[in-house]
């Protein structure tokens, strides 16, 4: 009988031969599904009881459910083989066609075939409850249980290792020889699963077989020593490089050398990386398993550098404070709390802040944070080590070496993450670096702009050439100018608060760069794309600044109001005086009293700052908003609308608590407590918007985050 092909519009991917029921009729179900058919399979139409008034309806949702019943028929019989096809050849209903086939090819719960019962169940049950007794008992009886395969693929011992069961695997890692060791469960030996849980279970099986060391993990292609340096194990990862041989992480013998220095490079294990790359230098651009070079995956790690981690302006000092001299060879500086004491007293540490030559005590140390700041320091010191160490490597290499080992890529990597060390020693290894472009054909300074990286830009003033840097376009012809034209990227404007002051970055960015590229009227001034950078700035900026415009207006709003209410209530106050009037002067009551002259000053201030606030806000909501006001005009008036708030807000309170004290000074018991909880809306309104108010004004009148004093570097 000849085979009949599969329709085009067929439901299935194999047609019902008789044996494929199943499959097939959970393809055929789950299309009728989808195109709501399934319930004429479900049920035939039932006609309803002849009534002349619903005759014209009954009549519409029969020809509805014919229409259905024919197109669900249609796909049954087009998913069928010449023998499925001819039992239901005269059905008229796709209930009935589906029936039929069901009846014929469905399988019977009676005609299946009896599973195969495993005759060392017993056994694996007994290892994964790990009672050894009864599976010593199993082994007594048959040896050979020892190599027998679970239903997942492993032995006992991957069942013991996986429960974790240390006595289990030493009694049978004792019992094996060294090629049982060797057998997966399809993926992995029993030693990569040991590899991520358990030293001692690992010692025990290296120490029968070595050659274990060597079998990769199929799926990851992880050595063991890999699979327990990507869990952060690494006293695991530690005994695993003393049994390794030393030739087995060459270059040579595969990437597992290169991948071991990335993990350990970016755990901060710094000792095994630096003994891997002293013993083999190529390992600096030998790609690992993933395609990531040593030196790529050091670019990545900016708390690795000083320029990538940022310290608060103590923090800095006490940083500057530790100094390290560098020993021979790099030591462990994954610190924790049991060895910082003893490194921290070492001579290979010193302290000199607060003029002091000698460290100060342990609980002070605790106290300021000194621990962590010297663990970050003496990470610094030694990943800068290695990236000396990497750059005398780079040094000896040519071109074609350095994009097969990702030195380019890497020197990019580092420009995104703002790690300037990286920059300048690889650029004076080799200055061409400067010259080089990336995939969209940007060099250092043009990818610094995209990536909004300050930092890795301010080193062009320390450039010799910068004028000629400046007049290079990108593939798609934007200049420098065009790429500060363009958007930051998402997380460097969310770590600015406020759309006000993230439109300011973007023109202080703007302006920094013209600044630098002087170009000859009309020269460059296009992209590819016929825009001017001053035109691309306005295009990707456009909604940024609507939402500037929307943030400074909503605050100024809200702050308004609260200036608003101030002045009402100091203006009243000033005529309201605590006490009254004399009635046959006609001068306050109080009026000899000192506090009464500080009731009086503080409800002017109060008043006069309150008012000059609120004119600040309504400048605000009156401002017209161009790209250029973002730079100064508006922060300003911000600055000097929140300041004169925050003056009126802690005067009130101060005019508040002088009044209450005149009034009741012979009653202290009430009046401290009242004049305690006045403090309270000064402190909320400092804690919420004073943050704010500073990080306006340094943003606005701080020392900007260029640097122009950079030194010439190369």
């Known amino acids: 009988m000849a085979t009949r092909a599969i329709s085009a519009d067929a439901a299935v991917v194999e047609i019902l031969n008789g044996r494929n029921y199943v499959d ?4 055929v179900k789950t299309y009728l599904l989808a195109q709501d058919l399934w ?3 479900e049920e035939e139409y039932e006609e309803d009881d002849d009534n002349e008034e619903e005759e014209e309806e009954a009549d519409d949702k029969f020809k509805a459910w014919r229409k259905k019943n024919a197109t669900a028929l249609h796909k049954i019989q087009i998913s069928c083989g010449q023998e499925a096809f001819s039992l239901i050849r005269n059905a008229t209903s796709a209930k009935r066609a589906w029936d039929t086939l069901a009846e014929k090819f469905k399988p019977k719960p009676d005609a299946a075939i009896p599973a195969k019962h495993d005759p060392y169940q017993p056994f694996f049950a007994a290892v994964k409850l790990g009672d050894w007794r009864k599976a010593k008992e199993f082994l007594t009886r048959d040896p050979n249980a020892i190599r027998a395969r679970y239903s997942t693929g492993g032995t006992a011992l991957h069942i013991a290792t996986k429960f974790g069961h240390e006595h289990i695997v030493e009694e049978l890692v004792q019992l094996m020889t060294p090629e049982d060791l060797e057998m997966q469960d399809g993926t992995w030996t029993a030693l990569h699963i040991a590899a991520r849980l358990n030293l001692k279970m690992v010692e025990c099986m290296v120490t029968k077989n070595k050659k274990l060391l060597g079998i990769v993990e199929e799926s990851h292609r992880l050595t063991p020593i890999l699979f327990a340096a990507k869990n952060d194990l690494w006293d695991i990862v530690r005994y695993l490089y003393s049994v390794t041989p030393i030739q087995d992480l060459m270059p040579e013998n595969g990437p597992y050398g290169a991948g071991l220095v990335c993990f350990c490079l970016l755990a901060k294990q710094f000792d095994i990386a630096w003994e891997l790359l002293q013993g083999c230098p190529r390992l600096v651009i030998t790609k690992d398993v993933v395609g990531i070079s040593p030196i790529r995956a050091l670019a990545g790690i900016p708390s690795a550098f000083p320029s990538g981690t940022p310290l608060k302006f103590w923090e800095k000092w ?9 020993p021979p060879a790099i030591d462990d500086v994954h610190v924790n709390v049991e060895n910082l004491e003893e490194k921290l007293g070492n001579q290979n540490i010193s302290f000199s802040v607060f003029g002091f030559t000698q460290g100060p005590s342990s609980s002070l140390r605790k106290l300021l944070g000194i621990n962590r700041i010297c663990e970050m320091k ?3 010191a030694r990943s800068l080590d290695i990236l000396d160490y990497m750059c005398e490597v780079v040094k000896h290499l040519d071109n074609q070496e350095m994009k097969d080992g990702l030195v380019y890529a890497a020197i990019f990597r580092a420009v995104q993450r703002g790690i300037i060390e990286f920059v300048i020693r690889l650029c004076k290894v080799d200055p061409d670096i400067l010259w080089e472009n990336n995939s969209m054909g940007r060099n250092i300074f043009q990818y610094s702009i995209e990536c909004r990286q300050e930092k890795v830009y301010s080193l062009i003033y320390g450039v010799g050439q910068r004028n000629l840097i400046a007049t290079f376009a990108d593939a798609s012809g934007n200049d420098m100018l065009h790429l500060a034209g363009m958007l930051s990227p998402t997380e460097k404007l969310d770590r600015i608060s406020g759309a006000a002051l993230q439109m300011q970055r973007e023109r202080q960015w703007f302006k920094e760069v013209k600044s ?11 992209n590819k794309q016929g825009m001017r950078p001053h035109e691309l700035f306005t295009q990707n900026h456009n909604k940024l600044k609507e939402e500037g415009e929307k943030w400074m207006k909503d605050a100024a709003t809200s702050c308004t109001v609260v200036g608003a209410l101030t002045i009402t209530i100091m203006f009243a106050a000033a005529f309201t005086v605590p006490g009254g009037n004399n009635g046959g002067t006609g001068f306050p009551l109080f009026l000899d009293e000192k506090m009464f002259l500080v009731f009086i000053v503080s409800d002017a201030i109060s008043l006069f700052s309150s008012t000059t606030s609120v004119l ?11 790209e250029d006001d973002f730079l100064k005009s508006l922060p300003t008036k911000m600055i000097i609308g929140l300041s004169t708030l925050l003056i009126s807000i802690a005067s009130m309170m101060v005019a508040f608590c002088s009044a209450l004290f005149l009034m009741l000074h012979e009653k202290l018991w009430i009046v401290i407590p009242i004049i305690f909880l006045s403090s309270v809306p000064v402190t909320l309104f400092i804690w919420m918007q004073f943050p704010v108010l500073v990080e306006i004004f340094i943003s606005t009148y701080g020392g900007g985050i260029f640097d122009k004093k950079v030194r010439r570097w190369i």
């Open 378 to 380: 003496l990470i610094h």
């Open 39 to 41: 319930d004429v399979v």
């Open 516 to 526: 630098l590229v002087v170009l000859p009227s009309g020269v460059g001034a296009f």
């Open 616 to 626: 600040m806000f309504l400048g605000i909501l009156t401002s017209r908003y161009a």
């Open 24 to 27: 097939w009729s959970v393809l």
């Open 318 to 326: 006490i940083y500057d404070g530790i100094h390290i001299q560098h």
